[in-house]
């Protein structure tokens, strides 16, 4: 059994609700008309976010992509996620509100701190910067940024957004990245404690996850399998070798949901089905991990009442 001891997030986070069962729900709201169903415009957001904020969800995502383009498919476009997640944290009160993941490219990351600060403040300190380095490349291209070296690029954006919402001034040069005496001004009203999530699988990026994160994120499973538990066991080594406890970082998972023939769903995801999903989290909860995002398909009230419902029987409420 993976020995993995979760803590940090829920109390910097979610501090408005305590729970027996340590795995907090969050769903991904649609950013793009398939994932609705239908047309997933603001409306359908803001009603979305207002029904499963008030019904006690406990976070609220966006994804942050400008355009998907595969070979063979339909290009599809996408909402931008930051000004979505804006109009979400002005209209919601509860939930935590976090970006899963911002692709730190698309913006410089001074900006990107200074847009996180407001964000954090328009949603009363409920913001979670979940950070990563994007790598559709078609978006890229179609973009104008460039698609290299992403890692390294990734590696000093973190250079200059973590100290930056601490408070700090921050000077730094380096091969991409160039800010000279940079500081948020107003400054975060959170000073360090935004809590900053990191998607990574790779050895590099679990690396940077151990040296920077509050939190981690793998997404891909409808329930921990042997892939998981490689990762996991990565995820620890990562942290060994940055010389920081890994229970210090909390273990979230992205997780499918979808109803029958649903077009594009994972094969790995879960049915819409009560007992299946609360059976999942009573595995995510075995296993360590401490927060499930869950991708709903198609997003509607209905799905997320039924998701709330196998959340009350996880927790045995």
């Given at each position: 059994?993976?020995d ?18 340590r795995?907090?729900v ?6 793009n ?23 006690g ?5 966006v ?26 944290a002005?209209v ?27 964000l ?42 973590v ?8 000077t ?6 160039s ?32 040296r ?18 490689k ?12 010389g ?20 594009r ?36 009230e ?16």
């Amino acid at each position: 059994e993976l020995d993995v001891r979760v803590h940090g997030l829920p109390d910097r986070a979610l501090d408005r609700r305590t729970y027996d069962a340590r795995v907090k729900v969050g769903i991904v709201l649609p950013m793009n008309d398939g994932d609705g169903g239908g047309r997933s415009d603001w409306p359908l957001v803001r009603r979305l976010a207002e029904h499963a904020d008030a019904a006690g969800i406990d976070s609220l995502w966006v994804c942050d992509h400008l355009i998907t383009r595969f070979d063979g498919e339909p290009e599809e476009g996408i909402r931008e996620g930051w000004t979505m997640l804006s109009a979400v944290a002005a209209v919601t009160e509860h939930a935590a509100l976090g970006t899963l993941v911002t692709a730190t490219p698309f913006r410089s990351p001074a900006l990107l701190g200074k847009m996180a600060a407001a964000l954090d403040e328009i949603g009363d300190g409920r913001l979670i910067l979940g950070l990563g380095t994007g790598g559709h490349e078609p978006e890229f291209r179609a973009f104008g940024y460039p698609f290299d070296h992403l890692v390294g690029r990734f590696e000093e954006s973190l250079k200059v957004i973590v100290p930056l919402l601490r408070g700090e001034r921050v000077t730094f040069h380096g091969r991409w990245t160039s800010v000279d005496d940079a500081i948020l001004l107003p400054p975060p009203r959170r000073p360090g404690s935004i809590p900053i999530l990191v998607a990574a699988s790779r050895p590099r990026l679990l690396r940077l996850t151990a040296r920077y994160a509050d939190a981690w994120n793998t997404n891909g499973y409808g329930r921990p399998d042997e892939r998981f538990d490689k990762l996991v066991r990565a995820f620890r080594a990562a942290c060994d070798a940055e010389g920081r406890d890994s229970a210090t970082i909390e273990v979230t998972a992205g997780v499918e949901i979808a109803s029958p023939g649903f077009p594009r769903a994972d094969p790995d995801a879960l049915p819409l089905d009560v007992d299946a999903i609360a059976s999942a989290l009573d595995a995510w909860a075995a296993v360590g991990v401490g927060h499930v995002q869950f991708n709903l398909l198609p997003a509607s009230e209905s799905s997320i009442d039924l998701l709330l419902e196998a959340t009350r029987q996880h927790r045995g409420v």
